[in-house]
């Protein structure tokens, strides 16, 4: 599969104008570990994903210990319930440059003060550039479907289900964080 100049283009970008800060944090996840209490999911804002996205992320809504958001583009707000709308963070296409990079500062600013245990990015689609935007946080559990590009981007990759059934790449996700 070829990769599109674009995502080549916002590789280089964030590799060479956006700095990770150096500091490394460690997350212990088992029975008797602390395991990771904040959480943010990327969502896809594609019908066809969204709707079995949005079965996933409502399981986990009921954890009454952990913290959860979600960063989810304005068009695909509506693919979601009202339960995982009080805990959207919502973004544009005006948050974004003419290549891509994902330029609205002050969420970006938000997001690293939250200090997030582990960042889950639920997108499966290559036009998805706010997945170049995790390089950025300093998150020590980065989850992601794998791609051409996802050694750069995510910590622990997920192999897509090769029967097509979304529902059991995601209780892997749970399972990895602790979470059934």
């Not at 150096?22 to 395991?35: D, M, S």
């Not at 979601?80 to 969420?107: H, P, Q, R, T």
């Amino acid at each position: 599969m070829k990769i599109i100049w674009r995502n080549k283009l916002l590789i280089l970008w964030y590799r060479f104008f956006r700095s990770k800060s150096k500091k490394e944090k460690l997350i212990r996840i088992g029975r008797k570990a602390k395991g990771v209490t904040k959480i943010l999911y990327l969502l896809p804002s594609e019908k066809n994903h969204a709707q079995t996205c949005s079965y996933f992320v409502k399981n986990d809504l009921v954890k009454s210990k952990i913290i959860i958001n979600y960063l989810i583009h304005k068009d695909g707000i509506k693919y979601y319930s009202e339960n995982i709308k009080k805990n959207a963070i919502i973004f544009s296409d005006d948050d974004f440059n003419y290549i891509g990079v994902f330029k609205n500062f002050d969420l970006i600013d938000k997001l690293k003060r939250f200090d997030y245990d582990a960042i889950v990015d639920l997108n499966q689609s290559d036009k998805q550039t706010i997945s170049f935007f995790i390089i950025e946080l300093n998150i020590p559990i980065k989850i992601g479907f794998k791609s051409i590009l996802s050694k750069k981007i995510y910590t622990v990759i997920i192999q897509p289900s090769s029967t097509g059934f979304l529902e059991k790449n995601y209780e892997i996700i749970q399972k990895i964080l602790g979470l059934k």
